[in-house]
């Protein structure tokens, strides 16, 4: 293959990023400036590549006017802002989509409480009458709201208002995308519910608090009908709700409702104990996945009066998930049983499962999975998680993993605090680190006491340059090749 002309290779790794993502126009297009400017004045793009630029200002890059940059973002925050009540959805999808970049990548806590009213105003009429892409951006947003106002008063008002409606999205996603998921599990869970006729040979399953709609497909009278929402709305409203409780919620009857929504949601996908596990279908593995997490997160601050009872109930069924087509799915499932592990340890030290054995000769197999139809990345991922848990259970301790930003280091030493921190970068992305440094909520939530003031000399400073990282890559991987040369080919030994 001809070697590429020097000047027009690609920089290895892409582009660089800032704390806030690239414009996508200026990303994909390969027209001149002059073009990716007049292109850049679209909704979609228009906040991304600003933040960008004030989180370079922000670590310390050559800032001309800080205050006049922090106006012109709350300007343009401003246009979001009234976009949401347009009566075009693309344009509330782009607005949606800015905003949540923006809350993602800065912290704006006076702007939002000047506009908290009419944020919750607009995201509730998202919510309603959106579809789809515009409901799950509406979720992410209002999870980010909670996490930039924080736990008083103002953003328990935030989530109390809200709640009910998330709860009311999540549980009809949860009874209609697939039918047939729905009708094998309660038929292998409960005696059959009623059937009501409702036209044209349609009728209505009802069980509990829901009400699965069932009728027959064009042409196809044996099939059942799929919700017209999309999978997608289901799973942020999932992690909304779960993030929105655990800051905001006060309350313990929240906390306990909130678990109880979840818990509805993942638990149809297993049998009651010993019995086997009903297909689920592979559209609804993300909904899945996003309740369990969901649910391990309040587990995290939920009381030990509580847990005892969610031990009881959940801990025989959870290993059900670990034979799931889904490796995000069978991942959450065994750090949740990892977590369950770590709560009962805490109520009880001399814990003991009674399905101990089989329980970990399931975990024994996913850490050592080396089935080919599978693919690699999927399975070195998997088995690195597998091993760590089966660990644990095993009684040996949660492996500690460090994480860097800035001048700081946090430390996540237990299961509880690694399904935290995954939980907010989840939502937050590549502006996990400016919130870990600047953000009250999650310095007060992983113990890294006040914000450290530092001006920019000292952050430049402190900055390693480009060529200070070479030297001390190409000594490690010398220090590396060294020691692993010492056991590599050793047949002459052997023999």
């Known amino acids: 293959?001809?070697?590429?002309?020097?000047?027009?290779?690609?920089?290895?790794?892409?582009?660089?990023?800032?704390?806030?993502?690239r414009s996508r126009t200026q990303a994909d297009s390969g027209s001149s400036e002059d073009e990716?400017?007049?292109?850049?004045?679209?909704?979609?793009?228009?906040?991304?590549?600003?933040?960008?630029?004030?989180?370079?200002?922000?670590?310390?890059?050559?800032?001309?006017?800080?205050?006049?940059?922090?106006?012109?973002?709350?300007?343009?925050?401003?246009?979001?802002?009234?976009?949401?009540?347009?009566?075009?959805?693309?344009?509330?999808?782009?607005?949606?989509?800015?905003?949540?970049?923006?809350?993602?990548?800065?912290?704006?806590?006076?702007?939002?409480l000047e506009r908290r009213l009419t944020l919750a105003d607009a995201l509730e009429k998202c919510l309603k009458k959106g579809k789809g892409e515009e409901q799950a951006l509406a979720a992410a947003v209002l999870g980010l709201l909670c996490v930039q106002l924080g736990p008083g008063p103002k953003g328990e008002e935030l989530f109390h208002s809200l709640q009910p409606l998330l709860v009311s999205v999540l549980s009809d996603g949860t009874a209609c995308p697939a039918a047939r998921l729905h009708v094998s599990v309660l038929c292998s869970v409960t005696p059959f519910p009623p059937l009501i006729p409702k036209g044209r040979g349609g009728f209505?399953?009802?069980?509990?608090?829901?009400?699965?709609?069932?009728?027959?497909?064009?042409?196809?009278?044996?099939?059942?009908?799929?919700?017209?929402?999309?999978?997608?709305?289901?799973?942020?409203?999932?992690?909304?709700?779960?993030?929105?409780?655990?800051?905001?919620?006060?309350?313990?009857?929240?906390?306990?409702?909130?678990?109880?929504?979840?818990?509805?949601?993942?638990?149809?996908?297993?049998?009651?104990?010993?019995?086997?596990?009903?297909?689920?279908?592979?559209?609804?593995?993300?909904?899945?996945?996003?309740?369990?997490?969901?649910?391990?997160?309040?587990?995290?601050?939920?009381?030990?009066?509580?847990?005892?009872?969610?031990?009881?109930?959940?801990?025989?069924?959870?290993?059900?998930?670990?034979?799931?087509?889904?490796?995000?799915?069978?991942?959450?499932?065994?750090?949740?049983?990892?977590?369950?592990?770590?709560?009962a340890r805490d109520l009880e030290e001399d814990f003991i499962y009674e399905d101990m054995e089989a329980l970990c000769n399931a975990l024994r197999t996913l850490a050592t999975d080396s089935n080919k139809y599978r693919a690699k990345a999927d399975r070195r991922r998997q088995r690195s998680t597998f091993r760590a848990v089966l660990h644990f259970v095993e009684g040996?301790?949660?492996?500690?993993?460090?994480?860097?930003?800035?001048?700081?280091?946090?430390?996540?030493?237990?299961?509880?605090?690694?399904?935290?921190?995954?939980?907010?970068k989840d939502v937050l992305g590549s502006g996990m680190h400016h919130h870990l440094q600047n953000n009250e909520l999650l310095r007060d939530i992983f113990g890294l006491g006040p914000v450290l003031v530092l001006d920019a000399t000292a952050l430049k400073a402190c900055k390693i340059s480009r060529f200070e990282k070479h030297l001390y890559n190409a000594a490690a991987f010398k220090a590396r090749t060294?020691?692993?040369?010492?056991?590599?080919?050793k047949r002459a030994d052997i023999l």
Request: aromatic content about 4%; proline content about 4%.
């Open 204 to 343: 209505h399953l009802l069980s509990g608090s829901f009400t699965l709609r069932v009728s027959p497909v064009a042409g196809n009278p044996g099939s059942l009908s799929n919700h017209s929402v999309a999978l997608p709305s289901f799973q942020q409203c999932a992690s909304a709700l779960g993030l929105g409780c655990y800051v905001a919620a006060a309350d313990v009857q929240d906390l306990v409702s909130c678990l109880n929504c979840l818990e509805s949601v993942f638990s149809r996908s297993c049998g009651m104990g010993g019995s086997t596990a009903p297909v689920v279908p592979a559209s609804l593995h993300g909904l899945l996945c996003a309740a369990l997490q969901a649910w391990a997160l309040l587990l995290t601050v939920c009381p030990s009066t509580h847990i005892s009872h969610i031990l009881d109930r959940q801990l025989p069924r959870l290993p059900q998930l670990l034979s799931s087509e889904s490796v995000n799915l069978r991942i959450a499932a065994g750090e949740t049983i990892a977590l369950l592990f770590e709560l």
């Open 396 to 424: 040996g301790e949660c492996e500690e993993e460090s994480v860097r930003f800035g001048l700081e280091v946090l430390y996540v030493d237990s299961w509880a605090r690694r399904r935290i921190y995954a939980a907010f």
């Open 482 to 489: 060294k020691a692993r040369s010492r056991v590599r080919d």
């Open 1 to 21: 293959m001809p070697r590429a002309r020097k000047g027009s290779a690609p920089r290895k790794g892409g582009q660089r990023r800032g704390a806030g993502a």
């Open 36 to 112: 990716a400017v007049s292109e850049a004045r679209s909704t979609t793009s228009e906040c991304p590549s600003l933040l960008s630029t004030a989180a370079e200002d922000s670590l310390g890059g050559d800032a001309v006017d800080e205050q006049g940059q922090q106006e012109d973002l709350e300007e343009k925050l401003k246009e979001y802002v009234d976009c949401l009540t347009d009566k075009s959805a693309k344009t509330r999808q782009g607005a949606l989509e800015s905003l949540r970049l923006a809350l993602a990548s800065r912290l704006l806590p006076d702007f939002l």
